[in-house]
């Protein structure tokens, strides 16, 4: 990838995407005042860019708008929230990369490293304010806006050196992770919940998801996965962290390190 000059419509497409990026990253996050009040103004804001069409296919952009007009109160939200995700790590509808599939504990302890190496190459760290999982959806998604603002901010002041490595590392992190498990979680809540807030935003980011992986030409994982057997044990040694390497990165929000 090469830096373009100011007036090519690159910086628009990094700031757009990462819109997307984030409003996904808002759309999983418990739904509070303040959280579902900032998703709705989140929402609406993107909406109305006009970058949206013309970046993306007509499928997004529908899909947005109906995102947009399936958003309810907070008590609203709180009540579908709990029904689909609950109130631990294993609900309907799991929140975290770590609950599909079948990897034993020590493959999953070495994947959440990885994640967290991906977070502290980019001079990323968590925050204390929340305490979740780093494969929470949320912070996943967020990571990829964060890059998306970086390669952006790259371009701008035609820093190529960061641009480059911004671009290489969403194109990496979407490979190993987000689009491996995004599919399967988004069926999984379509199934859940035929219609309402959830749904939309499952639907807007499958369909946000196959732009993406097209981007950067990943192959997307499958649609079904099956969750990983429940073992109280290794939840425990899963959300504690890793005592012989020091991981304890358990954030809700990342924060610039």
């Not at 994640?115 to 967020?142: K, N």
Request: net charge negative; with cysteine; charged share 25%.
């Amino acid at each position: 990838m090469t830096v373009q000059s100011l007036d090519t419509p690159a910086i628009g497409e990094a700031q757009t995407r990462g819109g997307v990026y984030a409003l996904l990253a808002a759309a999983w996050r418990y739904p509070d005042e303040e959280s579902v009040f900032l998703l709705s103004d989140m929402a609406q804001r993107l909406s109305r860019d006009p970058d949206i069409l013309g970046l993306f296919d007509a499928g997004i952009g529908e899909a947005l708008g109906l995102f947009v007009g399936s958003l309810l109160d907070t008590d609203d939200m709180r009540r579908r929230y709990a029904a689909l995700f609950g109130h631990a790590v294993r609900g309907a509808c799991p929140l975290y990369e770590q609950e599909y599939g079948h990897g034993e504990i020590v493959q999953q302890a070495s994947e959440l490293a990885d994640i967290a190496g991906f977070y502290r190459a980019f001079g990323l760290e968590p925050s204390e304010a929340a305490m979740e999982r780093i494969d929470h959806v949320s912070v996943e998604c967020e990571f990829m806006g964060v890059l998306c603002a970086k390669e952006a901010f790259g371009l701008q002041s035609e820093n190529a050196e960061l641009s480059d490595t911004s671009n290489d590392g969403q194109r990496a992190f979407l490979r190993d992770h987000l689009a491996q498990w995004l599919p399967a979680f988004c069926s999984r809540v379509s199934k859940a919940e035929s219609d309402g807030p959830y749904a939309r935003a499952a639907a807007l980011a499958s369909a946000f998801l196959g732009a993406e992986c097209r981007r950067f030409g990943i192959t997307a994982g499958p649609t079904y996965l099956k969750l990983r057997p429940v073992d109280p044990q290794a939840d425990v040694e899963i959300s504690c962290g890793n005592a012989a390497t020091g991981e304890q990165l358990v954030p809700l929000t990342i924060e610039g390190g």
